[in-house]
């Protein structure tokens, strides 16, 4: 049973997981323990429905006997958490060689790369790209001939710039052919939402009911989120996405945005999915999310920044005194509730009394007017002196200890 299929058609959502494979142009790279410890972790986030929920690109087996190794190490230990996909390119070659690597594993998929306009055609396959989307069908056919229960993708890529009818008839054909689903590849990046939303709803209606979708886009513009809500909004259940946006050039649709966005409020799911929307099988534990966040960040490099949305270091943060008397007033979500991130009040510049005496509370130190007074005059001549904003813990239990025992210090 293709579980993936069956999650979209019944309008669930499911998450395409790239951060292991598009991630990886980001000029990151993952080893094979770290690839199965992010899959079994994505997956628990939707329970015993992971592989339902989560396709976990785990590598391009055909770049190195290493990238080969990852993958099927991916899908030999994580394919009870997510069902596991190895990519290849439009030969029959390396779909032998991605089957071998995902071959025996529950729910394991492959996806074939195919050239979908005439720019890309003629760059990957150096033909036309009706040509090049003819020996793709050929190959897709053969591929399905060979999975012997492996579930076969096609990724069309630059889809936006193809001909939007020729891709819906490839889109239908390779899925009478057996395809699982088709990934319409926004490979440049330079989609806006109504562009999204066009290129979906042609192709879905060219293709036929049977078609399952799968956006795949890029943030060069800023718009991968928008543009996947786009996808989704034209009936879209599949959304390739990869962990803190990565991917290459800009990167793409962050995974935490999007599903933390899908999840944690009813009524915006709604709002994109429609009235009435089931998109889950389990309830997705939106807590896990800031864990798996500094675990990818830990091992790629890349920062979780005070600019991050959902899983950076200014999430549950308060640094000024209107927010930290009305903190509901002042933030879209309480992270505490959705993502178990107690509030932490940070000293900076701009501190007030009331949160200057809070941190100081939290340090060990009562103070009275005075203290407070004085205490909060030395945070703002040392934050504009040093020019940086905030406060180490450390050094205002140095000036407390100082001026609590009546030897204030600089």
């Not at 951060?19 to 142009?25: K, L």
């Not at 920062?303 to 903190?327: K, R």
Request: include cysteine; proline fraction near 4%; aromatic fraction near 4%.
């Amino acid at each position: 049973m293709d579980v993936v299929r069956e999650s979209a058609r019944a309008g669930r959502v499911v998450l395409f997981e790239e951060s292991a494979r598009d991630g990886a142009q980001a000029k990151t790279l993952m080893s094979a323990g770290f690839r199965v410890k992010l899959a079994q972790a994505q997956g628990a986030v939707f329970g015993a429905d992971g592989p339902r929920h989560v396709v976990f690109a785990a590598g391009f087996p055909s770049v190195c006997g290493q990238e080969f190794e990852a993958t099927r190490q991916v899908a030999s230990e994580a394919q009870d958490s997510v069902s596991p996909s190895a990519i290849c390119r439009g030969t029959v070659a390396d779909v032998r060689q991605a089957l071998r690597a995902v071959r025996g594993a529950a729910h394991a998929r492959v996806m074939v790369i195919v050239a979908a306009s005439e720019a890309t055609a003629r760059a990957l396959v150096h033909t036309g790209a009706r040509d090049a989307l003819r020996e793709g069908l050929d190959v897709v056919k053969e591929a399905v001939g060979l999975a012997d229960g492996t579930a076969v993708d096609v990724c069309l890529v630059d889809a936006p710039r193809a001909d939007h009818g020729l891709v819906a008839e490839y889109a239908g054909a390779m899925t009478a052919q057996g395809a699982g689903t088709i990934v319409l590849a926004d490979t440049v990046g330079d989609l806006l939402p109504g562009q999204t939303r066009t290129l979906f709803q042609r192709t879905a209606a060219g293709a036929g009911p049977e078609a399952v979708l799968v956006s795949h886009l890029h943030n060069d513009l800023g718009l991968g989120l928008a543009n996947t809500l786009a996808a989704m909004e034209s009936g879209v259940r599949v959304a390739a996405c990869s962990w803190l946006g990565m991917a290459e050039r800009s990167g793409m649709t962050a995974t935490e945005q999007l599903l933390f966005l899908l999840a944690h409020d009813r009524v915006k799911a709604e709002q994109v999915l429609g009235p009435g929307c089931e998109p889950w099988w389990t309830q997705p534990d939106l807590t896990r999310l800031p864990a798996i966040a500094r675990m990818v960040s830990a091992e790629t490099g890349v920062p979780l920044t005070v600019t991050t949305p959902v899983v950076g270091s200014g999430v549950a943060t308060i640094s000024t005194g209107t927010a930290f008397t009305h903190p509901r007033t002042f933030q879209p979500y309480d992270p505490q509730q959705h993502l178990g991130l107690a509030p932490t009040v940070v000293l900076t510049h701009l501190a007030s009394r009331r949160v200057l005496s809070a941190v100081a509370e939290r340090l060990g130190h009562r103070l009275d007017a005075a203290q407070t007074s004085t205490a909060l005059a030395w945070v703002k001549d040392r934050a504009y002196r040093l020019n940086q904003a905030v406060i180490a813990d450390a050094d205002f239990a140095a000036y407390l200890d100082g001026l609590t025992a009546g030897t204030p210090h600089s």
